[in-house]
């Protein structure tokens, strides 16, 4: 059994697992998109995230860890270089998985790895809730004296009932002055 073990074995000898991973790492590096399977991807994940986490720690050491798994100079630069910048103020989620549908001929599950290139957005504060129930009568009320209408304009839906028909008729007729007169066939 293999409980509490955290690696997928992927059908494969350690040492194959191995050179998959580090070949998948760094195509992903290289061109910022792969299209594998789902535990694959999932897999890959984990060690894509790693060399990013690396990079953004930028010493020399961790430039040669970087090293050891992805054997490609020019990729390692790219890596400690433009990934490290767009990845800067991220603290995680490097990648992301999209699954695709099953793969033609065996109908193994397929998914992208994509690296995360948008930059990430600053989570705005939301309303802090009452302790309060809120849903009551009292939430009601106030609701609608809120909604209350100002002095001088009518309460009545009567009367504003008609002044949006007044408007909805000009509105059309603009629309249909725009557009223009329809050619004869030949």
Do not use: C
């Not at 990934?83 to 193994?108: C, E, F, H, K, N």
């Not at 995360?116 to 809120?134: C, H, N, Q």
Request: charged share 35%; proline share 6%; hydrophobic share 35%.
């Amino acid at each position: 059994m293999r409980h509490r073990r955290r690696t997928r074995r992927l059908g494969r000898s350690m040492a194959h697992r191995e050179a998959m991973l580090r070949n998948m790492v760094t195509s992903l590096l290289e061109h910022g998109r792969v299209v594998t399977t789902v535990t694959r991807a999932k897999e890959l994940r984990r060690v894509a995230d790693r060399m990013v986490t690396l990079a953004k720690d930028g010493g020399l050491h961790a430039r040669r860890q970087a090293q050891a798994v992805v054997r490609d100079k020019d990729v390692v630069a790219r890596l400690f270089g433009e990934w490290r910048q767009q990845m800067a103020d991220r603290s995680g989620g490097y990648t992301r998985v999209i699954r695709l549908g099953p793969r033609r001929g065996d109908a193994a599950m397929t998914a992208v790895v994509e690296m995360v290139t948008e930059p990430l957005e600053k989570p705005t504060k939301k309303k802090a809730r009452s302790k309060k129930g809120g849903g009551g009568q009292r939430a009601r009320k106030a609701a609608v004296e809120a909604a209350a209408p100002v002095e001088g304009e009518s309460s009545s839906p009567e009367a504003a009932a008609p002044a949006e028909e007044a408007t909805a008729p000009e509105a059309e007729a603009p629309a249909k002055e725009d557009t223009p007169p329809e050619e004869p066939a030949e």
